[in-house]
Antibody, heavy 116, light 112 residues
Framework: QVKLLQSGAALVKPGASVKMSCKAS????????VSWVKQSHGKSLEWIGE????????NFNEKFKGKATLTVDKSTSTAYMELSRLTSEDSAIYYC?????????WGQGVMVTVSS | DIVMTQAPLSVSVTPGESASISCRSS???????????VYWYLQKPGKSPQLLIY???NLASGVPDRFSGSGSETDFTLKISRVEAEDVGIYYC?????????FGAGTKLELK
């Protein structure tokens, strides 16, 4: 069955960067776009961007350009997102999700806390 | 960006009764290919969102047929018939017509 397994929670200092992973299994990783979605505490969902593993092509929400970097490792069926120059506004849960007729599979989420 | 506006913000429903949630988009989500790119998700407490409805009216795999979606180019409705305890959570509409993909603010469904 399809699974997206994300890395664990992260506590990072302001100004630092964090890189999280999303390991896919149960399907052909290179055939589907992987999106990343932010959910601030008690808030709605915010689309960060997406990557097509087969080619590495990306699309971003303008708001997150320069903040998020998306990459993949096809050999391990893993997608990565790195967030840079972190501030308290970046404290949130980050989900990876597979796009196919909507976001039909989601990872369990990574809680990122930015604090000194 | 396309703005998705949901109403109400919260709804309280007696088990066994039905509930409807509305969503309005700031732009038509009807593509020239005839597909309307609106989706509905449910986020149960402490869980990741799950897809309920895709392309306005299609039931996602494994979703009970108590859920249904309908609408026009800019106005959409999610209907839940015979609400059960497992339906509690926050419902989001979202659009995939254009980047950035956007979501509504969410509607919280509680049981009376």
């Amino acid at each position: 069955q399809v699974k997206l397994l994300q890395s664990g929670a992260a506590l990072v200092k302001p100004g630092a960067s964090v890189k999280m992973s999303c390991k896919a299994s149960g399907y052909t990783f290179t055939d589907y776009w992987v999106s990343w979605v932010k959910q601030s505490h008690g808030k709605s969902l915010e689309w960060i961007g997406e990557i097509y593993p087969n080619s590495g092509a990306t699309n971003f929400n303008e708001k997150f350009k320069g903040k998020a970097t998306l990459t993949v490792d096809k050999s391990t069926s893993t997608a990565y997102m790195e967030l840079s120059r972190l501030t308290s506004e970046d404290s949130a849960i980050y989900y990876c999700t597979r796009k196919y007729y909507g976001y039909n599979y989601w990872g369990q989420g990574v809680m990122v806390t930015v604090s000194s | 960006d396309i703005v998705m506006t949901q109403a109400p913000l919260s709804v309280s429903v007696t088990p066994g009764e039905s509930a409807s949630i509305s969503c309005r988009s700031s732009k038509s989500l009807l593509h020239s290919n005839g597909i309307t790119y609106v989706y509905w998700y449910l986020q149960k407490p402490g869980k990741s969102p799950q897809l309920l409805i895709y392309r306005m009216s299609n039931l996602a795999s494994g979703v009970p047929d108590r859920f249904s979606g309908s609408g026009s180019e800019t106005d959409f409705t999610l209907k839940i018939s015979r609400v059960e305890a497992e339906d509690v959570g926050i419902y989001y509409c979202g659009q995939l017509l254009e980047n950035p993909h956007t979501f509504g603010a969410g509607t919280k469904l509680e049981l009376k």
